[in-house]
Each structure stands twice: as C-alpha cells, then as structure tokens.
C-alpha cells in the first residue's frame, strides 16, 4: 500500500493531501481515488495513523485498489513534479475549478482541514490555485472529501468531452 517515489504514468489523476487531519475525509478520498483509478498522495506530517480505526473504515476494503504514495513533506514532492501538471485549490482564490484546463497525470492539491494551503504556498502558486463557489459567504468551505470528488470529476468529465 505504501510507495515512495512518482506514481506510474498509467494513473488518471493525483490526489494530493497536504498535512490531512481527518481519518474519515482520507478513508473518502483513498475510496474515490480506487474508483477512479486515481494516485493518492498523503503529504506529512499526517494528523493521525495510517492504522487508524476511522481511516480504514471510511476506505472499507478498497485499500487494496489504491496507490497511495507517502512524501515528506511538500517541498519534497513539489521538487519532483512538473509544474504545469499542479492545480491547487483553496477557499483564498476567487478563479473557479471550472475555469482550470485538467490534462491526465495532473496533480490536484488540497490543503489540511483546519488551514487549508500556506499563504506561501498560494502565493507561490497563485496561478495555479482555484476555488469551488459557494453561495452562502456564512459557510467557510466544503467539506475537503467532497470538494476533492467534485474537482476530479470535473476533471474527468473534461477528458471525456475531448
């Protein structure tokens, strides 16, 4: 289940959660990213264990569907991919995950739960970044299972009009 390394070129997508914190959202997304065939990458410090009770029981059975690669921290996975394959999303933008061309292979990136994205990391990559509109200002985000599954589907349904 466990990988270091860059995924193989056959994967759809790439998931990337950095510093997630809660066991059920990873369990969610591990679970998609079987269904889609999709790479899910787990950026550390990770806030709970990789055997944790809530983590695999959000994910049933479907482990075993799902490469799941492991990276240090950020930097180290930011330093070995493409730039042009990087799509970061977060609340502190207002460019829409709609407006974002998504080709395969690329990598979709998702802060942690409390914080979302460093103001390094979005300013950095203020191009790159994109949002999920809502319409009530009263709600801060969605929740990062559920904005994870509509940005790939997004991205899917984009592969499937080409």
């Known amino acids: 289940m466990v990988i270091v390394g860059i995924p193989a070129p056959m994967k759809r997508f790439n998931i990337v959660l950095v510093e997630p914190q809660i066991p059920p959202n990873t369990g969610s997304i591990a679970r998609l990213c079987g269904a889609t065939n999709s790479t899910l990458h787990l950026v550390h410090p990770l806030g709970f264990s990789t055997e944790d009770k809530h ?3 959000a994910g ?3 482990w075993r569907h799902v490469e ?3 990276w240090q921290n950020l ?3 930011l330093t070995r991919v493409n730039e042009n394959a990087l799509k970061f999303f977060t609340t ?3 460019r829409n995950y709609t407006e974002a061309v998504y080709h395969p292979g690329d990598f979709l990136i998702f802060g942690k739960e409390t914080r979302g994205l460093s103001e390094e990391v ?3 990559y203020h191009e790159l970044c ?3 509109p809502m319409e009530n200002n009263n709600v801060r985000s969605l929740n990062l299972a559920m904005t994870a599954g509509i940005v790939l589907y997004e991205a899917i349904r984009q592969q499937n009009d080409q």
Do not use: G, M, P, S
Request: glycine share 0%; charged share 30%.
């Open 92 to 94: 502190k933008t207002t």
């Open 68 to 70: 799941v690669i492991h």
């Open 60 to 62: 049933l059975d479907y």
């Open 122 to 124: 979005r300013n950095l």
């Open 55 to 57: 983590l695999k029981r």
């Open 75 to 77: 930097e180290q996975l």
């Open 130 to 132: 994109f949002t999920l």
